[in-house]
């Protein structure tokens, strides 16, 4: 079942939230941080507080299978973009332990449903180059690159 996040999740999704931040320790370490989480118990519970932030789980019987933070955002009235909502992907997560039984699959399809139901005009995510599990399930799930981010690395310590 997928559901909005409340208080009693917390410590599992900061069990996810330690995964997610691994893959990026080990992927990128000159970026990240081993053995922390983006967010802290503190942050995440003032977050399930704001509907523009929704965060939803896989909850299996209690177990929290996985996870997708999301992000509203609107341009309106700008300059050069057209008005537009979107529905930003800011984590998404599944226990490794679950990996392969389309969790993952079900959170991005509850999410797609969401976003269409609150009129989005599209979802948004990024993703790091180097993750290709996550980039192969993104293009599975019928995403393409918008735009890209490059970088030159000035010092290597």
């Known amino acids: 079942m997928i559901r909005l996040a409340n208080k009693h999740d917390i410590?599992?999704?900061?069990?996810?939230?330690?995964?997610?931040?691994?893959?990026?320790?080990?992927?990128?370490?000159?970026?990240?941080?081993?053995h922390t989480t983006k967010y802290d118990e503190q942050e995440l519970e003032r977050m399930m507080g704001d509907e523009?932030?929704?965060?939803?789980?896989?909850?299996d019987d209690g177990r929290v299978l996985g996870y997708a933070f999301c992000v509203m955002t609107e341009v309106k009235d700008h300059r050069l973009l057209q008005d537009v909502k979107s529905l930003y992907i800011d984590d998404i997560c599944v226990d490794?332990?679950?990996?392969?039984?389309?969790?993952?699959?079900?959170?991005?399809?509850?999410?797609?449903?969401?976003?269409?139901?609150?009129?989005?005009?599209n979802i948004t995510l990024n993703v790091w180059t180097g993750n290709e599990a996550?980039?192969?399930?993104?293009?599975?799930?019928?995403?393409?690159?918008?735009?890209?981010?490059?970088?030159?690395?000035?010092?290597?310590?």
């Open 11 to 34: 410590k599992q999704i900061i069990g996810l939230l330690h995964q997610v931040n691994m893959v990026h320790a080990v992927l990128r370490p000159d970026l990240f941080k081993p």
């Open 52 to 59: 523009q932030k929704p965060i939803f789980v896989f909850d």
């Open 96 to 121: 490794e332990q679950a990996r392969g039984r389309g969790v993952g699959r079900a959170l991005y399809e509850h999410v797609h449903k969401y976003a269409r139901q609150t009129r989005c005009h």
């Open 134 to 157: 996550a980039i192969s399930f993104y293009r599975n799930m019928g995403m393409r690159v918008q735009k890209t981010t490059m970088e030159v690395v000035l010092r290597a310590d």
